[in-house]
């Protein structure tokens, strides 16, 4: 193994160095998170780190964590809770950073490989950490670097010949991001096929197929006894059909630069360089190589776009698509990375300077946009981060200190509420509650388990839900404000006592 030297570590250190500023917006971005979503992982993680499995309410097993394996790798945050919340948020956003570096040091390994040269992986790596995406996504709480991370990680030991490890990794991702189901395939079956001409028949594919599907197939099972059903109760929730047409396309394409230090045009450019760089390898590896890199984030992206509602508007949205643009921005490095490294032994010893600078210029100009995105991503962590916090993380602390501890509430948002008020929650909308999600409760019988609730009014209108209850305090917001998501809906929260019939 070659001895790692200083500048391997310029990729780390501009990730951490993007961190840091975007922590420095403010203090939600470094103490509070900005999803609510975010704080429903919090919620599961407690409950595993306190060996009681996928516990949404005490000893209510359910299915709605959609990334069961970030709620477990990152559990051990909550091994801080005797020192406060806010230490639990400061581990789990240096775990999302520790998932983002490997998936650096993935890439860098990865395009060593297909390139053989170390400058190429160092150029690679450091494309990806320019995103400010990918630190945005580690410091959010969400699942999306770690999907990153087993997504490269295993691309690269596939390349490298360790095939056991890689898909392993590949079926982990499955558990990181339930969309991977589309991607991983992708990856795996030619290695499959391969492994079954090459070297032992039946056997020997029965035995990587079965390590490829065990992660998804264990919680698929556990879903199965806790719900009955084998997906979690998102899918059947969310799913609405599978649409793919033009405007699901426009919104593919804009989505892949959104928020990135890449034009979509450099994206291209870099892409198609990695792509001749395989087509000259013509081996296994390379092969591998671009099925991940550049078909899989393809596949992965047209199959979110067309398969639930999304738009641009804001990280609510725009994070189910992070980790195939992130996985194509990967791909533009070690394009670009590439293409660098292959100046010397293109050009005359005379031109090799010129060649080596022409190729930083490009590519410096392909990161023109990087400053303005990294100051997007700052500004939106801490505005994201202060909505969250006035709309569900405060109603959660009024809520534990005016309800007696057997209180139920019913609730739209599921996370913070749930995560801060330490009260048994029904998750009137079903993620969180597979009888709901399922059609086994109704509405009516949530009512007259509930004591209390805390919901967007906007959400009921078309139904008497709130007739029953008693307006004890309103949480509000300027939709200018509420920068999570383009929704006018979600801009006012009541919280209602149940009348006590007389």
Request: net charge positive.
């Amino acid at each position: 193994m070659a001895r790692p030297r200083p500048l391997d570590l310029l990729p780390v250190i501009v990730l951490l160095a993007g961190a840091a500023w975007l922590l420095g917006g403010g203090p939600h971005a470094r103490t509070g998170f900005p999803l609510d979503d975010a704080w429903i992982h919090r919620v599961y993680a407690r409950s595993f780190a306190h060996l009681q499995g996928f516990a949404y309410n005490p000893g209510q097993q359910e299915s709605g964590a959609t990334s069961p394996l970030w709620a477990v790798v990152s559990a051990p945050a909550h091994a801080l809770q005797f020192a406060g919340d806010d230490a639990v948020v400061v581990a789990v956003k240096a775990i999302g950073l520790l998932a983002a570096l490997a998936a650096l040091l993935a890439l860098a390994a990865l395009t060593r490989a297909l390139t053989g040269s170390r400058a190429a992986g160092i150029v690679a790596a450091c494309v990806l950490a320019a995103d400010p995406r990918l630190a945005f996504a580690a410091l959010s709480g969400m699942e999306a670097p770690l999907t990153l991370a087993l997504w490269l990680g295993g691309t690269a030991a596939l390349t490298t010949g360790r095939r056991t490890a890689g898909l392993l990794l590949l079926g982990l991702g499955v558990t990181a991001r339930p969309e991977m189901a589309v991607a991983a395939p992708l990856i795996a079956f030619p290695v499959l096929v391969l492994g079954w001409v090459d070297r032992g028949g039946r056997r020997r594919f029965a035995r990587d197929l079965g390590l490829a599907l065990l992660p998804a197939a264990l919680w698929a099972l556990f879903c199965l006894v806790a719900t009955g059903r084998p997906l979690p109760a998102t899918f059947y929730v969310k799913s609405a059909g599978f649409g793919l047409g033009p405007e699901q396309l426009r919104l593919a394409w804009e989505l892949l630069a959104q928020n990135g230090p890449l034009t979509a045009s450099a994206l291209l450019i870099g892409a198609a360089a990695l792509a001749a760089l395989l087509a000259r390898r013509r081996s296994r590896a390379g092969d591998v190589a671009g099925l991940s890199l550049l078909l899989a984030p393809v596949a992965y992206l047209l199959a979110v776009v067309a398969g639930r509602q999304i738009g641009l508007s804001g990280y609510y949205w725009t994070r189910w698509a992070d980790p195939p643009a992130l996985a194509l921005t990967a791909a533009a490095g070690a394009g670009f990375g590439a293409a660098i490294a292959r100046v010397p032994g293109l050009l005359p010893d005379r031109r090799r300077t010129t060649g080596l600078v022409l190729g930083g210029v490009l590519l410096c100009s392909a990161l023109a946009g990087c400053l303005g995105a990294w100051g997007e991503r700052r500004s939106r962590l801490e505005s994201d981060g202060a909505a969250i916090a006035r709309m569900n993380i405060q109603p959660a602390q009024w809520l534990r200190s005016v309800t007696p501890p057997d209180a139920v509430v019913g609730v739209n948002d599921a996370g913070a509420l749930r995560y801060f008020s330490d009260r048994r929650v029904l998750d009137l909308i079903g993620l969180n509650l597979h009888g709901r999600a399922f059609g086994r409760t109704t509405l009516n019988e949530l009512y007259q388990r509930m004591d209390w609730i805390a919901v967007f009014p906007a959400t009921w209108s078309a139904t008497n839900l709130m007739d029953g209850f008693e307006e004890r305090r309103v949480y509000t917001i300027p939709l200018a404000e509420y920068t999570v998501c383009d929704c006018p809906n979600q801009t006012t929260l009541v919280i209602g006592e149940k009348r006590r019939e007389r």
